[in-house]
Each structure stands twice: as structure tokens, then as C-alpha cells.
């Protein structure tokens, strides 16, 4: 399950792929299941009114999404990038609401980190899909940097709205997954009150001699009180072999380092 050279090079050149139909047989049982996380953070956090994105932790807290993390077709893609031993880095459960500017989703220096993302319902650019701009996550080429600058503001700067930008539009039905690095400038635009999305992010594993960057880039990163870095669903069910990419975020994760005072965020077992 191992992604081509080909695969491989279109990815790392431009910053993003996607594979068409690699979940096709598997997407209502990953709906049904995706339903049932938002649905059930719906009755501790309040409905999804359509005004604001709701995001939840999603696959952590779901016994069959968990399961994602073993999936060959998973671990294929994400070895492919990243090596046999990468970290799991977490997932977020979304239901979107209206346009997403323009922006990376981290600048990491050293080491790549990466996105795999399930659409659950059709898009195209008139309809909220995803948008990305090729070769954006080059951060040290003075194109990256002129459109970190720009894109920020790109009414004035260019006299443009952020969906005049030019980019790849990457139309999804469900089924479809998508990849890209954290460091692509990515928007989505003209969608409605409940796109559903969610995500599972990967990165290579740190070197020992880093590993203190690391932990200072993990304590923020939950933004609710955790105890755990992962959720029960997840490590109950997890093997020698999905334990391997949870290790490393699990021994550097300290709850006492991230509040002392708060009560816990507790993940729930769907």
C-alpha cells in the first residue's frame, strides 16, 4: 500500500496529493461513525448552530475510527512520506460554517508534518472544497515567503478576494483522500453551515537531540485541558504496531507542565 515514486515526488514538489476513490468501499461505515463523535461532543458542547465551526477531537475518540491508525492504506501513504516510524500527531472532527482564509497549517523548520484529510460530502469550488497553491509549503523559495506576506491581506495587495487567488481547486466526493503539508497555503471558500471534514495528522519522528522542540510544540497544541495527549479509544485498542507511531508524543506529554489548577477535558468512547 506504499504510495509511487511518482506519487511521492508530485507531493513533495507541490506540496499536496490526493487519492481518488482509495475509501470508496469503507465510506459509510467512516460517516456513520464520523456522526456519531460530532453528534455525541454535540450533547456536552452544545449544537452546531451553523453560525461558527464546530471541531471536536474525533478519531481519538472513536473505537472503529481509531482503527484508521493500523489501516494499510493509512500507513502505506504516511510511511511513504514520512518513514516507517512516524508519529501520530492527533485529528480534529469538524463541521465548517461559510469561508476559510487563506493559511498554513504550521511552519515546522526540521521536519515534515502532514495532513490527511476525509471529506464527507461532495465539493467543488463553487461549494467550500479545498483549495491549495502549489508549491506554497517551499517556505525557504521567495515565492512562499511573497505569499505568506501577501496572502494575509490579498484584497490589498493584489485587489483580489482570497477565492480569486489562483490555485488548485481539489474537487472531493466522499471516499476521496487528500494530503498535504502542514506548511501549504491552503483556503476553502462558498461553503455552506455543515461541511464535514475531518482530519489525522502525521509527522516524522524527532531526533533525540530536538526532542525538547518537541515538547514545547505539543503542550499548546491540545487546545482543551487533557490529561491524556490521546484519547481512550485510541490507546485501549492500540498494538505493537500502533503503539510504535504514539510512543514518542506520549512519554514527552506532561499535564502538569500544561495546567495544575483546570479540570481535565475528557475524551469521549464512541
Same mark, same amino acid.
Not at 163 to 179: N, R, T, W
Given at each position: ?88 500527531? +492527533?485529528?480534529?472532527?469538524?463541521? $465548517?460554517? /461559510? !469561508? ?5 497549517? *504550521?511552519? @515546522? ?113 491540545? +487546545?482543551?485541558?487533557?490529561?491524556? $495527549?490521546? /484519547? !481512550? ?5 492500540? *498494538?505493537? @504496531? ?29
Amino acid at each position: 500500500m506504499k504510495l509511487s515514486r511518482q506519487q511521492v515526488d508530485f507531493f513533495n514538489v507541490f506540496g499536496f496529493l490526493k487519492l481518488p476513490g482509495l475509501f470508496r468501499e469503507d465510506i459509510q461505515a467512516v460517516t456513520e461513525q464520523f456522526e456519531q463523535v460530532l453528534q455525541a461532543y454535540e450533547k456536552v458542547m452544545g449544537a452546531h448552530d451553523g453560525t461558527k465551526r464546530l471541531m471536536v477531537p474525533c478519531v481519538d475518540s472513536s473505537y472503529y475510527l481509531s482503527g484508521l491508525l493500523d489501516d494499510p492504506r493509512i500507513v502505506g501513504a504516511a510511511s511513504s512520506l514520512l518513514g516507517d516510524d512516524f508519529n501520530y500527531w +492527533g485529528s480534529d472532527g469538524n463541521y $465548517y460554517t /461559510g !469561508d476559510t482564509g487563506w493559511h498554513p497549517d *504550521g511552519n @515546522e523548520p526540521k521536519y515534515l508534518h502532514i495532513k490527511l484529510a476525509f471529506y464527507l460530502d461532495e465539493l467543488n469550488g463553487e461549494n467550500g472544497a479545498l483549495r491549495v497553491i502549489p508549491g506554497s509549503h517551499r517556505e525557504t523559495d521567495r515565492y512562499a515567503f511573497d505569499l505568506m506576506r501577501t496572502l494575509r491581506s490579498p484584497e490589498e495587495h493584489f485587489g483580489l478576494h482570497g477565492s480569486e487567488i489562483p490555485a488548485q481547486v481539489l474537487d472531493v466526493v466522499p471516499g476521496d483522500l487528500l494530503i498535504f503539508n502542514h506548511r501549504t497555503l491552503h483556503s476553502a471558500w462558498g461553503g455552506g453551515t455543515k461541511r464535514r471534514m475531518f482530519t489525522m495528522n502525521m509527522c516524522e519522528r524527532y531526533k533525540e537531540e530536538d526532542l525538547g522542540f518537541l515538547r514545547k510544540m505539543i503542550l499548546p497544541h491540545v +487546545g482543551a485541558n487533557v490529561s491524556r $495527549y490521546y /484519547g !481512550d479509544a485510541m490507546l485501549e485498542t492500540a *498494538g505493537p @504496531e500502533r503503539m510504535k507511531h504514539l510512543e514518542q508524543l506520549i512519554h514527552l506529554w506532561d499535564w502538569d507542565a500544561v495546567t495544575k489548577d483546570k479540570p481535565a477535558f475528557q475524551y469521549l468512547k464512541i
